[in-house]
């Protein structure tokens, strides 16, 4: 398949561990955020969403929080599995309905 | 399955020539987004329709022009094509509007190689 290949940060985990990936969001105005996941070969999948009167969601085996005093998005996926890997983006909306996407992390599970 | 259809899958032509992809929104959805997907550039937004009218720009080269047909397909059309195009081109979509939902449903992309 094809593969983003892009030169990101890689995070690697072992099989049922928990995974943390980080993203900092560029405008305080940013009123929503999504995490989306790719795989290869395949468009991004739409994972969980915040708005901005939120600080956390959880969704099935994965968590967002939001810190706005930092400007951090992070996404904690719980007992990692190999179908999780993937390349993870987060994405705000700063106007109307444009999302600006960070430049994305690699995500590797070890059996 | 996202819903939204893109057309074709891979296309692969020479520098100078002009392409066109075809996007299929999700049923009921009036916003289109084109986005191009390079080796180092990540993911790039390059143009907005809501409901047949352009609604934001991004980073769109002069020499690519969209539009949005009133059965709300997309058409996403690149000219006097340069090796440096070569992407993954994806269509999203979503429900829009100033209050709708921001949440966008992703197509599985066009792959675009220029020799």
């Known amino acids: 398949g094809e593969s983003v290949g892009l030169h990101l940060p890689t995070l690697s985990v072992q099989e049922g561990d928990n995974s943390i990936i980080n993203c900092a969001y560029s405008?305080?105005?940013?009123?929503?955020f999504i995490w989306y996941k790719q795989e290869s070969g395949k468009g991004p999948q739409f994972i969980i969403d915040?708005?901005?009167?939120?600080d956390k969601r959880q969704g099935q085996r994965v968590t967002v929080l939001l810190n706005k005093t930092v400007k951090h998005l992070s996404l904690q996926i719980a007992a990692t599995q190999p179908g999780d890997s993937a390349v993870y983006f987060c994405?705000?909306?700063?106007?109307?309905?444009?999302?600006?996407f960070g430049g994305g992390t690699r995500l590797m599970v070890k059996p | 399955d996202s819903g939204v259809t893109q057309t074709p899958k891979h296309l692969i032509t020479a520098t100078g020539q002009r392409v066109t992809l075809r996007c299929s929104p999700r049923?009921?959805?009036?916003?289109v987004y084109w986005y191009q997907q390079s080796l180092d550039q990540g993911l790039q937004f390059l143009i907005q329709?809501?409901?047949?009218?352009?609604?934001a720009k991004g980073n769109i080269l002069e020499r690519f022009s969209a539009q949005q047909f009133p059965d709300l397909h997309s058409e996403l059309n690149l000219s006097s094509l340069e090796l440096g195009d070569s992407a993954l081109y994806f269509c999203?979509?979503?429900?829009?509007?100033?209050?709708?939902?921001?949440?966008?449903?992703f197509g599985p992309g066009t792959r675009l190689t220029v020799t």
């Open positions: 994405a705000e909306n700063n106007a109307g309905n444009m999302l600006t």
């Open positions: 405008n305080s105005a940013s009123d929503y």
């Open positions: 329709y809501y409901n047949g009218e352009e609604r």
């Open positions: 915040i708005r901005s009167n939120m």
């Open positions: 999203a979509s979503s429900a829009g509007g100033a209050w709708g939902s921001y949440e966008q449903y």
């Open positions: 049923s009921g959805d009036l916003s």
